[in-house]
């Protein structure tokens, strides 16, 4: 069975840093694209980043250029988002999903159950 | 950018009802991109519907994904008290490389 948990999420000031985890089992995690995906509360889905399967290739929405980044340890089976320069507006619930394909954009079919970042002074 | 525009916002049935969800595009999008979730209250969004029309594993044949180009459609045929959920569409493309989510359609029990 597939699983994937996330981690790191929690209370931040504005300006401060983290970094999210994601524990992959169940599957050969090295042969699939994962990206981070946010949960503003009460609002809709915003897919953050995408990495491909090797790590080669990483994207970023607009809205995190700069600040995250996307890196993942296949040894580990384990996906990372270091987040700097964190902003009010980052608050969510950060999600990782695992694509059907090695590269990007064939459909998330398994979802981490999510871990809660709030940037608050 | 592309941006999606689900529509309505709202629809409010009755289980055994068909349900019809709107996807619409601001410019034409890969089919073979297309999905379409289902997010029920306090759990994590899960995938109905892939490259347009094709069902992911375990999802009921009541629910159904069409369209082509910058219109796009999800039909369950039959409402399921477990189908009470918000749906949304995404869509990938390659220039630049980027996911976008619609805003999601929320089916209510009317």
């Known amino acids: 069975e597939v699983q994937l948990v996330e981690s790191g999420g929690g209370l931040v000031q504005p300006g401060g840093s983290l970094r999210l985890s994601c524990a992959a089992s169940?599957?050969?995690?090295?042969?699939?694209?994962m990206s981070w995906v946010r949960q503003a509360p009460g609002k809709g889905l915003e897919w953050v980043s995408d990495?491909?399967?090797?790590?080669?290739?990483?994207n970023y929405a607009n809205s995190v250029k700069g600040r995250f980044t996307i890196s993942r340890d296949n040894s580990k089976n384990t996906l990372y988002l270091q987040m700097n320069s964190l902003r009010a507006e980052d608050t969510a619930v950060y999600y990782c999903?695992?694509?059907?394909?090695?590269?990007?954009?064939?459909?998330?079919?398994?979802w981490g159950q999510g871990t809660l970042v709030t940037v608050s002074s | 950018e592309i941006v999606l525009t689900q529509s309505p916002g709202t629809l409010s049935l009755s289980p055994g009802e068909r349900a019809t969800l709107s996807c619409r595009a601001s410019?034409?999008?890969?089919?073979?991109?297309l999905a379409w979730y289902q997010q029920r209250p306090g759990q994590a969004p899960r995938l109905l519907i892939y490259?347009?029309?094709s069902r992911a594993t375990g999802i009921p044949d009541r629910f159904s994904g069409s369209g082509s180009g910058t219109d796009f459609t999800l039909t369950i045929s039959r409402l399921e008290p477990e189908d009470f959920a918000v749906y949304y569409c995404?869509?990938?493309?390659?220039?630049?490389?980027?996911?976008?989510f619609g805003g999601g359609t929320k089916v209510e029990i009317k």
């Open positions: 990495i491909r399967s090797n790590g080669g290739t990483t």
């Open positions: 410019q034409s999008v890969s089919s073979s991109y």
């Open positions: 995404q869509q990938y493309g390659s220039s630049p490389p980027e996911f976008t």
């Open positions: 999903a695992k694509d059907r394909g090695g590269g990007s954009g064939w459909g998330f079919d398994y």
């Open positions: 169940g599957l050969t995690f090295s042969n699939y694209a």
């Open positions: 490259s347009g029309s």
